[in-house]
């Protein structure tokens, strides 16, 4: 059998060149047999395959048994870093400098960055740890190759190493070499990664780092909503995620004066943007992504909550646009105490969006007690058609609008104190994935720039293991400044956006790998322990994170509009949550340097979602307990078999790892609470989201939130979802004072209907199922919360 070499020649296959080559990849893997990947690469290899397939195919032969073996995880990326190598070096490409100066000759670095990179050159190649690219799971590094290294625009060649993107990445944002080569090893570390924009594009010749994008709603006119959409398009046009409300936009057969026709509402306008969102491919890496917010009084709220269905008339469908219920306090009362709610039109109550808390409250009980309301429903019927688009869709997130406002560093409690620039400082949305809350209106589009910290890198000592706080903080400490550098390289899209974050400089410092730290100290999900340690670690963050911005205040100077902000007047997050810290001494010594020099930043910690950059740093994404301890996962690189190699390291170590085992994981989809051979403490601590209460992760999220001064992608998951035990825990969740959460997450989709729908389809058991309508399902868990099992 032959193979044909780059260079075209054909030669012999030694099988001891293909061995040879997978054992050095494999040094140091317990459990990993290189044999085994040699014959069975060898055993699919097609006469006259060339080289580069060759190596393919072992990488993938190698992920193949990563379900027997999780070491095999890191064989298979050490294996496509040897790939991705070759590809870099037969290009001529030896050094890093050398990377970047090509890149610059084809059209993708930035002239700053190449200076940069060639003043500093002897440093920046010696910093370089190739070393590193052994230390990717296969999935992670996949993803890096095929979707965040920079490749040639004609032969789409990758012309960087996973080490020179890092590197890439730090010298884009640095202001000195030692700078850059300290970042660089923290993120070639994987133990903190910046959000996807700025890993595409930081160094590149379009600067544009920042993640999220929030617009208030469009003013009530043609000229309004069309600039709206232009906006969103640009802003989609470079990667950023969108969140905008429609709060603003008149009803559907509101008289439209200039032509005495009636309006059609807001759903022909979301399905045209909806078509424009898909439309803008975000950079050629994505489709852009938008999340719409409504608040709950609009008149076209019923409508709103169907755009998500896939029945009914498409051509008032969005499969496109994600959408959030902006919900006020006053509605949950009513919902609690079973009360009327009255839907106005926009145009004639427009102050209602701009108002918050009690004057939000006072306003609308004077627009009802003047009969502005188009209708009134009762509140528990809205509530309930809410919690069945959740039960069906996973969407129409519910988000709270009061706790919002009320907890926002840049909202004030007073009305007349609440104005920039004669625009009034309200919150009127969260963004594409609920971890953002910021000020927002017609001259102000809010920005954030993200990063995520792997909280499993600081767990210490195997034997003994321990959270090194110390170390987390240390590193909140270097990277505050990072991410409060990218608003001032950062390229805006539209002004608006540019002005918001130039006056308020927030930032987004977010978590992953909770999870992760859990599985090491052997500690279930909703334990005692595991709450504590959770909210400690929230608290490290957010204090270490403001420390840092007053130190940049001291350094720049606070933030433009720093005076009207809450920290100003001497509160910070956990006192808008009523909540003590655990060192009153340092928070103390804190806030007076908060009172001397000011913060940077108004805003500092936001966990988002990190689907992506958790991979790349292989670990479980942000603050979620994992899904299942064995799974497919499915990306725009490919579909990839995952496993907990937490579990399976404790099942080698008691003797319970073979293929019985294997078999009966695979048996349960990825459960071990029915596996008879699974002792009782491992069957705690791996227990997946469908077998935590959804009560204990809201409660761990509560406790975070005081620590959080924006919010948290927070999903709740839900197996069998039905009316009754959703609103028992969107309720809890609001009286926990959770600013926002994220999708339902429920399985298998083919069951909702059942729980959800009344039905007369027989039961498993050959009865009938007992049939309920919504209200009555709603009704008895808000009067009867003790007998809703969801949140127990």
């Known amino acids: 059998m032959r193979v044909r070499k780059r260079n075209g020649d054909l030669e012999q296959v030694d099988v001891n060149k293909i061995v040879n080559a997978v054992a050095r990849c494999a040094e140091g893997l317990k459990g990993v047999d290189p044999m085994r990947v040699a014959t069975r690469t060898i055993s699919a290899l097609a006469d006259g395959a060339t080289t580069q397939e060759l190596d393919e195919l072992s990488i993938r032969t190698a ?36 990377s970047v100066t090509r890149g610059h000759e084809l059209g993708v670095i930035g002239d700053s960055a190449l200076t940069f990179v060639l003043d500093n050159a002897s440093t920046l190649n010696a910093a370089i740890n190739s070393d590193r690219d052994r ?60 959000s996807s924009p700025t890993l595409f594009n930081s160094g590149t010749t379009h600067q544009q780092l920042s993640s999220c994008y929030l617009l208030d709603s469009p003013e009530d006119s ?27 936009i008149r009803s559907k057969g509101s008289l439209i004066q200039g032509t005495n026709g009636l309006s059609n509402g807001i759903v022909p306008w979301l399905k045209t943007l909806d078509s424009s969102v898909a439309a803008v491919n975000q950079g050629g890496r994505r489709k852009g992504a938008a999340c719409i917010y409504l608040e709950t009084w609009h008149d076209d709220i019923e409508e709103f909550l169907e755009l998500k269905q896939n029945t009914g008339d498409h051509a008032r469908r969005t499969h496109n646009l994600n959408i959030a219920n902006w919900v006020p306090d006053l509605f949950m009362e009513r919902v609690e105490n079973n009360w009327k709610w009255s839907l106005f039109d926009p145009k004639k109550v427009p102050h209602l969006t701009d108002l918050f808390g009690e004057e939000f409250e006072k306003a609308y009980i004077e627009a009802e007690e003047a009969e502005l309301f188009e209708r009134q429903i009762d509140a528990r019927d809205l509530y309930s058609k809410m919690m069945r688009t959740l039960a069906e869709t996973g969407n129409g997130w519910m988000t709270f609008k009061d706790s919002s406002n009320l907890k926002c560093n840049q909202t004030s409690n007073l009305h007349k104190d609440n104005e920039t620039n004669g625009e009034t400082r309200v919150v009127h949305l969260s963004n594409l994935c609920t971890e953002i ?15 995520s910290l792997n909280l499993g890198s600081f767990v210490k000592n195997e034997e003994a293991p321990t ?104 509160d910070l997050q956990f006192d808008l949550w009523g909540v003590e810290p655990t060192d009153k001494e340092r928070w103390e010594n804190l806030r007076n340097r908060v009172s001397e020099h000011g913060l940077r930043n108004s805003l500092m910690i936001a966990i988002a979602p ?92 509560a406790d975070r939130g005081a620590y959080i001064d924006q919010s948290q992608s927070l999903n709740l998951f839900m197996e069998s979802p039905n009316i009754g035990k959703l609103s028992s825990m969107y309720m809890y969740a609001w009286k926990q004072g959770i600013k926002t959460t994220y999708y339902l997450r429920s399985r298998p989709a083919t069951r909702i209907n059942q729980t959800t729908v009344s039905s007369n389809m027989p039961s498993p058991d050959g009865g009938t199922n007992q049939s309920f309508k919504d209200e009555d399902e709603l009704a008895c868990s808000l009067e009867n919360p003790e007998s809703c099992d969801s949140c127990q």
């Open 610 to 701: 990190t689907a992506t950059i958790a991979s790349i740093a292989g670990c479980y994404e942000c603050i979620e307990p994992q899904v299942s301890n064995l799974f497919k996962r499915e990306t725009l690189s490919g579909e990839f078999m995952q496993i907990n190699k937490y579990l399976v390291k404790e099942l080698q170590e008691r003797n319970l790892w073979d293929e019985e085992m294997r078999t009966e994981l695979i048996r349960n989809e990825g459960s071990v609470q029915t596996v008879e051979r699974i002792p009782v403490d491992l069957k705690e601590v791996y227990r997946t989201a469908w077998e935590i209460p959804m009560k204990s992760l809201i409660e761990m999220a």
């Open 63 to 98: 992920a193949g048994f990563i379900v027997e073996e999780p070491r095999y995880s890191r064989l298979a990326g050490r294996l496509l870093a040897t790939y991705i190598d070759k590809e870099v070096r037969n290009q001529n490409i030896p050094w890093f400098t050398e």
């Open 222 to 248: 043609l000229e309004g909503i069309y600039k709206r959409y232009t906006d969103i398009a640009q802003l989609s046009k470079f990667a950023g995620g969108i969140g905008v409300a429609w709060h603003r």
């Open 437 to 451: 809350i910021e000020v927002t209106n017609q001259s102000e589009t809010a920005v954030c720039n993200l990063g």
């Open 467 to 570: 959270f090194d706080f110390e170390e987390l903080g240390k590193t909140v400490r270097q990277v505050v400044p990072f991410l409060d550098r990218v608003i001032d390289i950062n390229f805006y899209p539209i002004n608006e956006a540019g002005n918001s974050n130039n006056q308020w400089r927030p930032v987004g410092l977010g978590m992953m790998g909770l999870q992760d730290v859990f599985f090491k100290m052997q500690i279930p999900f909703d334990s005692d322990k595991a709450r504590e340690i959770s909210a400690r670690i929230s608290e490290e963050i957010y204090y270490n994170a403001l420390w840092s911005s007053t130190e940049l205040a001291e350094l720049n100077g606070p933030h433009e509009t720093y005076a009207l902000t809450r920290a100003s007047q001497g």
């Open 135 to 194: 230390n990717f799971e296969f999935f992670g590094l996949r993803t890096v190759y095929d979707r965040y290294l920079l490749r040639h625009p004609e032969t789409r060649e990758v012309i960087e190493t996973p080490q020179y993107f890092f590197l890439r990445v730090a010298c884009g944002l640095s202001q000195n070499v030692d700078e850059a080569v300290a970042f660089y090893d923290l993120m070639s570390s994987l133990a903190y990664l910046p």
